[in-house]
């Protein structure tokens, strides 16, 4: 009974930002837990906004080029965060990939608000969140496959609330995970219940 009541709350918000919000479901099998992000939405995106310069660096790296655009981009948010990168991009090579495009503050360039609205948003639900075990965070929130929330939810039906799932946060998810990283991994974990939602921007125990 409690998986079921709680993965029906899962599908009731995933439900709701994909048909009222605009967002997309997600697939967990497009993850990588090991480098903390969803790889094919990465490049599906350069290739979408950015095709000259993918076809540039296409000539000269060819196949591998996908491979080491994402080893790239994973060491560079390492070092500058998760935000810095959504922000400004990545160097590749001596050129800037972007890995988002913000909305312009007027629609006279029709090109930049064309660029913005390639922006793809993920809702992926039970998301792989340790390398070395197959535990899951209940959902990750993604940004051109770039994670900037988790999310545990619980459901009053099982006997629980945000408070189990704060707990779950401090006992069950390793701060050192690539996807539970200071600022090098998801930007805020939200603990959620149906009538209560809290959140922190560090995992530390």
Not at 45 to 74: P, Y
Not at 146 to 153: G, H, S
Request: proline letters at 5%; a positive charge; glycine letters at 6%.
């Amino acid at each position: 009974m409690k998986a079921t009541t709680e993965k029906a709350f899962e599908a009731y918000i995933e439900e709701n930002m994909s048909e009222k919000r605009g967002w997309n479901a997600g697939s967990n099998l497009l993850w990588d837990k090991q480098k903390a992000l969803f790889p094919d939405y990465v490049i599906d995106f350069i290739k979408a906004t950015q095709s000259n310069l993918w076809q540039q660096m296409e000539k000269l790296h060819g196949a591998e080029l996908a491979g080491k655009l994402i080893d790239t981009l994973v060491k560079e948010r390492s070092t500058k965060g998760t935000l810095y990168i959504i922000r400004h991009g990545f160097k590749f090579y001596g050129k800037t990939f972007k890995l988002a495009f913000f909305k312009p503050a007027h629609g006279l360039v029709p090109e930049t608000l064309a660029l913005f609205n390639e922006n793809h948003l993920h809702v992926t639900r039970q998301v792989p969140c340790h390398p070395a075990d197959g535990s899951t965070v209940d959902m990750v929130l993604s940004l051109n496959g770039i994670p900037f929330a988790t999310m545990e939810i619980k459901n009053p039906f099982t006997g629980q609330s945000w408070k189990n799932a704060v707990y779950q946060y401090k006992t069950d998810r390793d701060p050192r995970a690539p996807l539970f990283l200071f600022k090098k991994g998801a930007v805020v974990h939200f603990a959620v219940d149906p009538d209560e939602v809290h959140m922190a921007t560090r995992l530390n125990g």
